[in-house]
């Protein structure tokens, strides 16, 4: 949930292991909490939200994520990279773009007020350290 | 570690670049921006890392600054921008720390134990404070404390001051099932699950006064 200043964009990630493909279920609401819309957001090729990110960019709600592959029953990396605009009113300003093709995992946002800044990095493999 | 700057409409504004020089991998990464520059945190094997980019994306720092040494990565990690200076949070197997960073990207004195725990602390994330607070750092942390206990523990750091924390009381409570927390300014939305029904956190006296 993130706030516009004038109202907020509630957001629900599908979470299922098994109930692929993930998607975005968008809310916009006023300062009062009365719903302005609906809208749900799929990425395309059967690809899943995987991990994602939300900012106020100071006119329109950024949505950033990385993507899982299709019809996986692992949940398996699929490393693209993908962004989104959305309206306080939950329209879908600008269908989902990709920006990096694979090998990605992390996705973060922070907004300066007038943009946006969009991070991401690959996920290293896990290391397991011993303290003394 | 990538990174591309948006528009506000959300389409690219330039090709996107790398946030540091740092060859080992980079996992997990936040960012905040304090009205001229965006300091991007990550962590790499070794422990945790900062670098600060500029309004149109050129990085200051180079590899990267480091801000805490570890045999590990930290567990966890947040940063936030308070009006005044950056502040990022952390934690390791056994404590949470807080550690001021400058506009100018000095770091400020050395870190500060906000909370020590004998099972990990798990970030939500720092939550600035309202303009009217500017000068204070408004911190909300989602504490695991075993498998079926939860907690939400706020410590409040003295303003421009890297001296101990003041220890507000901590929201505790083995039945708390679930938290959610928004920005300080929407307190009033900031809500808490006891056994499936939920209450206004800001109810709650004494911590986010």
């Known amino acids: ?20 493909p993930h998607t975005v279920h968008a809310m916009a609401l006023s300062a009062a909490g009365v719903p302005r819309g609906v809208t749900t957001i799929a990425l395309p090729d059967g690809l899943s ?31 693209s990279v993908w962004r989104t605009s959305i309206s306080r009113d939950a329209n879908v300003l600008s269908p989902p773009s990709r920006v990096e093709t694979q090998g990605m995992s992390e996705v ?25 | 570690m990538t990174a591309q700057l948006v528009d506000a409409a959300g389409a690219a504004l330039g090709l996107p670049f790398p946030v540091t020089h740092s060859a080992p991998p980079q996992r997990h990464q936040e960012v ?9 945190v990550w962590s790499e094997a070794t422990g945790l890392f900062m670098g600060r980019l500029t309004a149109d994306g050129n990085p200051i720092d180079g590899r990267g600054v480091q801000i805490a040494n570890e045999d590990a990565a930290p567990l966890g990690f947040a940063v936030a921008f ?12 056994s404590a949470l720390f807080a550690q001021r960073v400058r506009s100018d990207g000095a770091v400020d004195g050395t870190p500060v134990i906000v909370g020590e725990q004998s099972r990990p602390y798990f970030i939500n994330r720092a939550l600035p404070a309202t303009v009217a607070e500017a000068a204070s750092w408004h911190g909300s942390t989602v504490v695991r404390c075993a498998a079926r206990c939860f907690a939400m523990a706020c410590r409040r750091l003295p303003p421009n001051s890297s001296r101990s924390p003041n220890m507000l009381p901590s929201l505790r409570s083995s039945s708390m099932a679930a938290t959610t927390s928004l920005p300080w300014r929407h307190r009033s939305l900031l809500r808490h699950r006891v056994h499936g029904t939920v209450y206004p956190l800001a109810a709650m006296s004494g911590c986010f006064a």
């Not at chain 1, 994602?52 to 993507?67: E, I, K, P, Q």
């Not at chain 1, 922070?110 to 303290?131: D, E």
């Open chain 2, 32 to 40: 905040a921006w304090n009205g001229q520059e965006f300091l991007v």
């Open chain 1, 108 to 132: 973060v946002l922070a907004s300066n007020g007038t943009g946006a800044l969009q991070v991401w990095a690959a996920l290293p493999r896990a290391r397991l350290a011993v303290r003394r």
């Open chain 2, 82 to 93: 308070d009006g005044h200076a950056f502040i990022i949070t952390w934690t390791d197997v």
């Open chain 1, 49 to 79: 939200v995987n991990q994602w990110d939300l900012v106020w960019s100071g006119s329109a709600y950024v949505f950033a994520c990385s993507a899982l592959q299709p019809q996986s029953t692992l949940r398996k990396n699929q490393g």
């Open chain 1, 1 to 20: 949930m993130k706030s516009d200043g004038d109202g907020y964009l509630v957001l629900r990630v599908a979470e299922g292991f098994l109930d692929l």
